[in-house]
């Protein structure tokens, strides 16, 4: 499978304003050795290069804390990620990658691509590291993203890193695979800022000494796990291979959360049994042996059957207290794709405790001329996070229930129109939940009935010459806004793009311009490491941020401005999370760069 992307070398004619025609063919493939479209090397900028990461790019799905770093609270957190019985603490879940996210060589020159944001005011920066490389019949990759947010502000910092290895090795009939990935997520809380009173005037050093409500939490979420795996092409008819196989996959989360006493004696008065503060420790192990039956087309990119069927083997410790329990667990995955329609569908079926819980997800798409049209749907029956059940702090179990099982549903379509000058999108989904875990306003375990939930995004963007318009609106409406969501917000971007010194330089320069109406206020809780309502409510605000980005071969550079706003519009406060101020006025600063060889 050839891949057309852009890349260094330049070949054909330009018109005017027009991008050089740049041809590099590279072949990427997963772990499951599925062909893969690139997404490495991405030496264009087409106004990509503004962002901070694939995180920031999910506003507003995901609302953030500002100062206070990493938790991210969006419209997905309530729902499962499979059938299996979860711990919950869900607050870094948007930073998690899968291990088919790794990208090998199949053929190709060898990558190796680097990327660096760096916030002056408050020390915060990112990393992100992608090595590839392909030897013989093996193929080897490291990617590792790492954000630092070590600024001592109001006693903020923390270390998160999310680091994902493996390789890939076929010999003939038979292909094997191991792979390896560490997700370290390590936050000083201060439970934020006491005081309702967040902008006096938009000055980073004036808010040093306004009081926070705890000086000194912690909370540490430590994710290893590996995979391994081996498959014999048992079967060869014309184009397809029918192949058997065994694989292990295991895992290991370690969280915890330490704390003294908060400043303020009612702060969460559940959670206070202890003068001296609070320590809790929760660890899950898992181990999942299982055999692989496939069936596919020999690219594995039009056809693929997969099944794995095995049994699930966990222990969660906490304290000094044991919950052991296995599941006899099936999975299978179907992907077809044609000229025309694409399918995708995805089992997840798992029966422990004498209870059946599943998880069916399925998409349907159609294209046809630069149109599509997208069906989606999904329906999930498991056990509430383990975290609802009981939770044990400083030896003392605070509670001890018995949850019903959650029910999900999600119903939903988009229909898009794709043009080399005009991309307009409209999705729209349905969600319903029944038995929802959550929260309350007092910080202990509590569940929803009948809570159904409408997202609708149109987006369209626009190319005219030199200037680009990218506008998306988001309509999220929920029975029980326990997540504190706005209802409707809006994303713009507005940029030109052309290139300069003689062609050689590739240039964006423009802004992104963000707003949102008034809304229910959530509160991150470190205790539980969950975003909570509170009964408060947050106005409406609007943001601006300015950009400068350019390109040259494979070198990339970007200068951004944050909440510049408040430059002229500093007594009005900007937060997402209530107590958890945003940045003042900030500039970020980034640079990326892609060698091949």
Known sequence: MSIQVWAQSEEGGRSEHSHPVVNDTIQYSNYQYKSMVDNVTDTMLNGNFNHIDAVEKKWP????????????????????????????????????????????????????????????????????????RKFNNLSFSIDHQRYNFTGDYDNQQSYNTIFHTGAIYREGKWSAHFLFASEVFQQSNNGGIITDSLYASPDYSNRISITTVLEDGRTRDDTKKGSLGLLYNALSIDNYIGSIGGGIDISQRVVTMSSGPPNDSTYYLAYQEDDTGINSFIEKNSFFPHAIIELSDTSKSRFTLESKTGIGIHQVQYGERTDPWQAFVQKAKLNFNSNYFTLLSNLDLQIFNDNLYFTIDGELAGHWKGFE??????????????????????????????????????????????????????????????????????????????????????????????????????????????????????RHEIFIEDHWFKRNMHINLGFIAYWKTQHDASYYLPYVQSFIPTGETLPSDYRIDPFFAFRVKTFKLFVRGENMQLLWDGDTPTYDIYHYPLLDPTIRLGIEWIFRD
């Open 61 to 132: 799905y995901e609302s953030q804390l500002g100062y206070s770093g990493s938790p991210r609270n969006g419209v997905y957190t309530t729902l499962p990620r499979d059938a299996s019985w979860s711990l919950g603490f869900n607050a870094f879940d948007v930073y998690r990658k899968n291990f088919s996210d790794l990208l090998f060589i199949q053929e190709g020159l060898p990558i190796t691509k680097a990327t660096y944001v760096q916030t002056p005011q408050v020390n915060q920066s990112i990393f992100n590291g992608f090595f590839a």
């Open 373 to 490: 049209v997208r069906g989606f749907g999904q329906i999930n029956r498991t056990i509430s996070p383990w975290i609802f059940h009981r939770y044990d702090i400083s030896g003392q179990l605070i509670w001890d229930g018995q949850p019903q099982s959650q029910f999900s549903q999600i119903l939903g379509g988009q229909i898009s129109y794709h043009r080399p000058n005009l991309k307009a999108d409209l999705r729209v989904e349905q969600i319903f939940q029944d038995n929802l875990p959550y929260f309350n306003t007092q910080g202990l375990p509590d569940q929803l009935n009948n809570q159904i939930s409408i997202i609708a995004s149109p987006s369209l963007s626009v190319k005219l010459g030199l200037f680009h318009l990218k506008n998306k609106i988001s309509y999220q409406h929920f029975d029980n806004n326990i997540l504190g969501i706005p209802e409707l917000s809006g």
